[in-house]
């Protein structure tokens, strides 16, 4: 017997119903659509057993994703063999989940094509065809009989990709860049970000959402990045403001703030810790503020401008790290300790459904900033990573996703013009992956 359940009410922005849509009927689910409802079904024992829990409310829609790729899914990634080329051994390339990773002993040289995506070494060619509708359509063709009496030929099979469109933004007003970049390094340590467009927004030729800030100052490191609603016109806008105004606001209150050092003792002083805790909260009221009067400025609706806002400080303390933390939305703030050792710095929000997430533009959030921030001193930290959800969900669960992460890109910003081969680095093939992705990484030099 079918079961059957309304999926519309996790959803309110098309962009996202229809990902979902399309994710479900390649993990063979049935969708019925009427002008209110959009329902899936399923037949068979262990989807309906998904549907159920789903149904039920003991299990969020995050994780019933989650679960069914896991059963259901395969990887939308092809690997192929080209005339002068070998196929791609697997010692070639590090699969971390379905994210694919090359070797470090693999130097690549990035080429780009109109059509597709080709990662090209001295030997090997990856080409990566990605569907839009996640769906191969085949075409036939039938070569002609010479002779009636013999036997048709076998129909030659061409399998044809529907291509992903790289488009400019159509909206010449408030220009971002498709990608961003930068670096910086002070007293041992390195900051290298990068933001990149996702393929949503290419294929629709709409702008970038994604915004990062970082600097250093009087031994404090900072770290800001945002992504801005995709549903809101201005979000850009907004993700840009938060984080410049975080950067300069956090400069100010630590440019003459020094944590005191008392020998024997494991943590700072609570007065410290309340003095951090207040910049935090303070710098995060100054970014609701300055969003608040671009939107009178522009004489807008304030919802245009969301975004979510992930903030860290970090500095050395007594042979260890002072890292402290807010985030308003989704993403995570991670701490890796070498090897596989990563752990999460604050708690994503998340909205009335399982599939939203707040903003800093979300009514009364700025009741919750003093609960929001997170502190950690721990010895041999090597990195700190703000990311946007379009990094942290490819990445999960975080124990076995994550450390290879860090791992990774903690060899890409150690070697030679590191904010350009990290921006080259988020262009990785994920399945179901099409957000703007964007990560400020702190690291030892």
Not at 168 to 186: G, M, T, Y
Request: charged share 30%; aromatic share 8%.
């Amino acid at each position: 017997m079918n079961l059957v359940v309304n999926i519309g009410r996790y959803y309110t922005g098309k962009a996202d119903m229809d990902e979902a849509k399309t994710k479900l009927i390649d993990m063979g689910f049935t969708i019925e659509e009427t002008r209110e409802l959009v329902m899936v079904k399923a037949a068979d024992a262990g989807r309906t057993t998904l549907l159920e829990k789903l149904n039920s409310g003991s299990m969020s829609i995050y994780e019933f994703f989650s679960e069914a790729e896991k059963l259901y899914e395969k990887p939308n990634h092809k690997i192929i063999k080209t005339k002068n080329d070998r196929i791609i051994k697997s010692s070639d390339y590090d699969i971390v989940g379905d994210v694919l990773l090359p070797t470090r002993d693999i130097k690549l040289n990035l080429n780009y094509t109109k059509d597709k995506k080709v990662i090209q070494t001295d030997k090997i060619i990856l080409s990566f065809r990605q569907s839009e509708n996640k769906q191969s359509v085949i075409k036939q063709t039938e070569p002609p009989v010479k002779d009636s009496r013999e036997k048709p030929a076998p129909k030659e099979e061409e399998v044809v990709y529907p291509r992903w469109r790289d488009l400019p933004p159509a909206d010449q007003e408030d220009w971002v860049e498709i990608n961003d970049s930068a670096f910086k390094e002070w007293n041992g340590w390195g900051i290298c970000a990068a933001s990149r467009r996702g393929k949503t927004h290419a294929h629709e030729g709409s702008h970038r959402d994604d915004s990062f800030g970082f600097d250093f100052e009087n031994g404090w490191s900072i770290l800001a990045a945002a992504d801005g609603a995709g549903s809101c016109r201005l979000s850009r806008v907004g993700s840009k403001i938060g984080c410049e105004m975080a950067v300069k606001t956090l400069k100010q209150f630590l440019k003459d703030y020094k944590v005191k050092q008392i020998e024997g003792v494991n943590i700072p002083e609570e007065t410290d810790l309340i003095k951090i805790r207040t910049f935090l909260v303070d710098t995060m009221h100054e970014v609701l503020i300055s969003l608040k009067e671009e939107a009178a400025a522009r004489k807008i609706e304030f919802d245009l401008l969301s975004t979510t806002m992930l903030i860290a400080v970090h500095r050395e303390w007594m042979g260890k790290s002072l890292i402290a933390s807010i985030q308003v939305g989704d993403g995570a703030i991670a701490l890796w300790h070498g090897g596989s050792s990563v752990s999460i710095l604050g708690v994503a929000d998340s909205g009335e459904y399982a599939s939203e997430t707040k903003f800093i533009t979300t009514k009364d959030i700025e009741k919750e900033f003093e609960h929001k921030v997170f502190f950690a001193i721990k010895p041999e930290v090597d990195a700190v990573a703000v990311m946007t959800d379009g990094i942290s969900d490819d990445f999960f669960p975080v124990d076995t996703m994550m450390p290879k992460m860090f791992e990774y890109v903690y060899q890409i910003v150690l070697g030679e013009n590191p904010a350009d081969k990290l921006v080259d680095w988020l262009g990785y093939e994920k399945r179901g992956s099409f957000d703007d992705r964007t990560i400020v990484f702190l690291h030892r030099r």
